[in-house]
């Protein structure tokens, strides 16, 4: 009989683990692990719609940042071991549901996997790949024609940020080559009659307290590379969670000044399609519980 190993270098932290025996940095081994699968309303409105888009949080990351206000299944790993075939049911279920998309949250350490179910599953709505960014772009390839839309996160510009706070060097240039990749394959977000998202890339960058110039540096570079009709959402949700809470600046909420610096210079670059949040989003209320459900279903 053949035995494959996964010996894993498919992000950019190149562990080299062998996956089947113990994990790598991302904390997981070679099963799916899933911690929530339930509709979700507090996406971008393209993409949480009025039916909620369906949200399918994977256990375990590569980035680990240490703000990350899911820490308890990203550097916890919190969650379910389940086969394919198990996640494909969890797809259906959620599709059952009437959600407007499938979401999947945090997937970049199981993307060979995630490609083999997403060929043989063809989603009846679409594919969300709901990403940190940090993500080699061969890795990506692997999900051409699978993925429909990519929300990356674009979360430091400066490596000052990405090291202190998610031990990752050179993570601008690495994330910004990836959603280079994700524009060539499905382009810039297109939105129906009804204002939901179909297809195409949405650019985030969630603005900590402390390090506005990150979102001005990030969005001048994405209009340079990607033109004023970007879809682009600046995200004012942080809260500080885990090891934060013990590391100012990022130890408090963003003060509405903060965020009206951004927003300010960011409109004043002239992009057309720009989503906000309002200040009640920097609340507990709004991270989901991870309590298996909609996985605990076999
Ligand atoms: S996916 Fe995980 S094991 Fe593989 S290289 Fe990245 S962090 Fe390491």
Known sequence: MQVIIL??????RNCRAERNISPGFCGVGESFRVARAAPHFWEEPPISGVNGSGTVFFSGCNLRCVFCQNHNISSGCFGK??????????FDNLVSKGVHNLNLVTPSHFVPMLSKVLKEYHSPIPVVYNTSSYEKAETL???EGLVDIYLPDIKYFDDSPAV???SAPGYFKIAFEAVKEMYRQVGNLCVNGEGIAERGVLIRHMVLPGNISQAVSIFSRVLDEFGSDAYISIMRQYIPCGAAVK?????RPLSSREYKIVTDKIFSLGFNNVFLQSKASSSEIFIPDFDLEGVDIF
Request: charged share 20%; hydrophobic share 40%.
């Open 7 to 12: 010996i894993c270098n498919i992000c950019p």
């Open 81 to 90: 071991d389940v086969t394919p075939a198990q996640l494909m049911k969890i």
């Open 141 to 143: 390839r692997m999900l």
């Open 164 to 166: 202190k706070y998610s």
């Open 247 to 251: 590391m100012p600046p990022i130890d």
